[in-house]
């Protein structure tokens, strides 16, 4: 515990954290916006298809506005995560840090640990906001608050479970590239044009090769990330427990990658 809380101190002494706090409130802002826009038009549409109408269905609606803010906030618990780890390289004390705590696995551990904070930090943060004002956007809707059902609160535990799995991920990714300045750059750009670009490819093979690429966009972290809080299962989309089995599994392998990764390197 221990541990945790000086990688947690650490975080703290730079001026990064506050810089990425500020960031996440108007991406935050947008993010609900653009949920309540996007039920208000979807609405309003005519001859939808069946995966739009299910989407419509007031659990769905309410699920999404519960969940606003994941794919703003899990980048940034992405970026956070992986400057607990490049920070020490940026401020040239790996070597320090490692001589002090010479069991490699335990600092690692550590950072693991201090990320997985950040990320539910993160996680209440956006939660507080969508209960004060999903509510409010449902009322205008006609749904209702849709707090009862127990969809919604299920949505809003696997939420937290995605910001923690983002929080692993950004921790191997951190130590796959030290440079702080190059693991920002490289996550944040892979995270929004790389994502952007590979569901662009998945839907040129689904509409010219074959349908069943369309399903295999869950590999896409993202994708999987946005399928499990799903209130329920949309038509021509894996099961969302698809979606959290794929994010798990990048967990664990980025987890454990970057833990042997930190134990063989050499330091200087």
Not at 43 to 51: E, L, P, T
Request: hydrophobic content about 55%; some cysteine; charged content about 10%.
């Amino acid at each position: 515990m221990r541990l945790v809380q000086a990688e947690l101190f650490k975080i703290r002494t730079t001026s990064l954290w506050w810089i990425m706090g500020i960031v996440l409130v108007p991406l935050y802002a947008a993010s609900i916006l653009i949920n309540w826009l996007a039920a208000n038009v979807s609405a309003g549409a005519a001859d939808q298809n069946d995966q739009v109408r299910v989407s419509l269905e007031p659990i769905n609606v309410a699920t999404s506005l519960y969940t606003s803010g994941q794919y703003c906030g899990v980048l940034i618990v992405l970026l956070l995560s992986a400057i607990v780890v490049t920070s020490e390289f940026f401020h040239l004390t790996a070597t320090t840090t490692f001589l002090v705590t010479p069991r490699r696995e335990s600092v690692i551990l550590a950072k693991f640990g201090a990320s997985i904070i950040i990320g539910l930090v993160v996680w209440a943060f956006t939660t507080v906001f969508n209960l004060i004002f999903a509510p409010l956007i449902l009322k205008n809707l006609g749904l209702g608050a849709q707090l009862g059902e127990p969809a919604v609160w299920r949505a809003i535990g696997l939420n937290a479970l995605a910001y923690v799995l983002w929080a692993v991920l950004g921790v191997g990714a951190g130590v796959l590239i030290r440079s702080q300045i190059a693991a920002t750059l490289v996550l944040a750009i892979t995270y929004v044009i790389g994502t952007q670009a590979i569901g662009i490819v998945f839907i040129l093979l689904s509409n010219n090769v074959a349908k069943w690429f369309d399903k295999l966009q869950v590999i896409v972290p993202t994708t999987a990330s946005q399928l499990m809080v799903s209130g329920t299962d949309l038509p021509g989309n894996p099961p969302r427990w698809v979606g959290a089995a794929v994010l798990i599994a990048y967990a664990v392998v980025g987890g454990a990658v970057g833990t042997m990764i930190t134990k063989s390197r050499d330091i200087s």
